[in-house]
């Protein structure tokens, strides 16, 4: 069966770049190439991957692109454009000549606002997406879950996909708020969800696999098995576990599911979403 990995990244590292790395995350400060995943994604069943920006730069998107371009089994690339900019319509356009060239992604969890997605500027650059058929990838705290669910009912036809089931504190079990709040969001049929992530929200040393069941049953209940894709984060999952792992907790939790619900989960969502 063909398989797909919603959710990874490369990077050339260069620490003022790539500050976000901090000390505690040591073992990535290195290079991740496509070289490095194929034999990877291989070992695991993986046929197909989205690789998703992790500089908001332009030149980030030239970088993946190229990579994209030389590998066949990048199957899509999320990129970034400042889409506050008078500018962004022309850069949206530009893009398009790349058809790997998927959707956008801004690093909201990192703004000091909060509400950063709602700002005006920002809004209008959304509003552009539909029109050149970009995804969007939510990458959010789950405090900023509920501005989430505002700004999807802005934009109902823009496909919208949330990150890392918006990173809930896994560590102390924390789920009565994030549930709530996910509840709001996912009730948006345009938005699906990346189960992805969850290892680095987890204790990185003692984290069992029934740690993420309780998140994944509430993701499957908000979401459906129509809205729902797997992305492995690496390599930032590997401060925390390896592909195997990372794979092994999303097979052995849907085995149960059926082969349907399973193809949808590890394939067929991405594609429809990606327009792969």
């Known amino acids: ?38 034999p990877v994604l291989a070992a695991n069943g993986f ?23 030389y590998n066949k089994f990048i199957a899509g690339v999320v990129g970034w454009v400042d889409l506050q900019s008078e500018q962004a319509d022309e850069r949206l356009a530009y893009y398009k000549q790349f058809e790997k060239m998927k959707g956008l992604r801004h690093v909201l969890q990192g703004e000091p606002q909060r509400d950063f997605m709602l700002r005006p500027d920002f809004l209008n650059g ?42 809930p504190d896994i560590k102390n079990k924390k789920i009565s708020d994030w549930k709530q709040e996910i509840n709001k969001l996912g009730q948006f049929e345009n938005v699906f969800c990346k189960v992805s992530g969850m290892v680095t929200e987890a204790d990185w040393k003692t984290w069992k696999p029934a740690d993420f069941y309780p998140y994944l049953d509430v993701v499957v209940e908000v979401f459906g098995m129509n809205r729902l894709m797997f992305g492995s984060d ?17 097979g052995d939790y849907f085995a149960a599911f059926s082969e349907n619900e399973q193809q949808n989960f590890f394939r067929d969502n991405a594609l429809k979403f990606y327009n792969i």
């Open 234 to 250: 690496w390599p930032v999952c590997t401060v925390a576990a390896d592909y195997k792992q990372v794979a092994g907790i999303a």
């Open 47 to 69: 046929n197909r991957c989205i690789t998703v920006q992790s500089h908001q730069s332009e030149n980030e998107n030239e970088f993946q692109l190229k990579n994209a371009k």
């Open 126 to 167: 959304i509003s552009l997406l539909k029109k050149y058929r970009y995804t969007y990838d939510i990458l959010i705290f789950p405090d900023q879950l509920g501005y989430a669910a505002e700004f999807a009912a802005r934009f109902p036809d823009q496909p919208f996909v949330l990150d890392h089931i918006a990173k």
């Open 1 to 38: 069966m063909l398989m797909i990995d919603s959710h990874q990244h490369f990077w050339k590292y260069d620490p003022v770049e790539y500050d976000w790395i901090n000390d505690d995350m040591a073992v990535i400060r290195k290079d991740f190439l496509p070289a490095d995943l194929g």
